[in-house]
């Protein structure tokens, strides 16, 4: 069952000035929301009436319900959103429908950043999840084992609930973010090239270089 996010509980609790940091904690959401890196631009909606970031909106954007995502031909969606750098995801949230526009689940696929419905039949999701009618953000804790090394996550919303169209809200991810680590491979490169120059500096003394080799 997901677990959902009822506003306007905590912030009420804590409204002493000595409390400053609970405001801004309570602003930015869960510490762990991965907003900040998600590669929003580049962030893709297939079968939908507009662009697929107008769903990965800020924390305090997520009960905005005027900028929503819909299908477009049917009720059919996929939502692929990169990362970037390499996350290991923890949950997923959602706020979608109302009512019969609610998609009666959501499928999860990783590492898949061309996938499309042509692929959809022939690849089983990691993991997925019922979707309930339900006006909140709701989160779906997901198995981190099976997204310890994700660069992009893709959504299935294969139907609504009745409704001609799906209708997403809002759409975010929680986890841990690390750069992607290129440096390893550039220290490799210059650790080469300077073993050769080491070699070429010990070849002027023959006998030290064949031993060497």
């Known amino acids: 069952m997901p677990h959902h996010h009822h506003d306007g509980h905590c912030s009420h609790e804590s409204q002493d000035h000595d409390h400053d940091h609970s405001h801004s904690s309570n602003d930015l959401g869960p510490s762990d929301n991965l907003f900040p890196h998600i590669d929003r631009a580049n962030v893709i909606a297939l079968n939908a009436t507009g662009e697929g970031s107008v769903v990965i909106k800020p924390w305090d954007q997520r009960n905005n319900e005027e900028v929503f995502l819909e299908s477009d031909a049917d009720d059919q969606l996929i939502l692929r959103i990169p990362f970037t750098g390499s996350v290991r995801l923890r949950a997923l949230l959602l706020k979608a429908g109302p009512g019969d526009q609610t998609p009666t689940k959501v499928a999860l696929f990783a590492n898949e950043p061309s996938m499309d419905f042509n692929d959809i039949s022939d690849k089983a999701p990691v993991q997925e999840f019922n979707v309930p009618q339900d006006r909140n953000v709701a989160e779906y804790a997901v198995k981190t084992a099976k997204f310890s090394n994700v660069s992009s996550l893709t959504l299935f919303f294969p139907a609504s609930q009745g409704a001609d169209a799906t209708r997403i809200y809002y759409v975010g991810v929680l986890g841990h973010w690390t750069e992607r680590k290129r440096d390893p491979v ?28």
């Open 186 to 213: 550039i220290t490799v490169y210059e650790a080469q090239a300077n073993l050769a120059d080491h070699e070429k500096i010990q070849g002027t003394d023959g006998n030290f270089s064949t031993t060497q080799s």
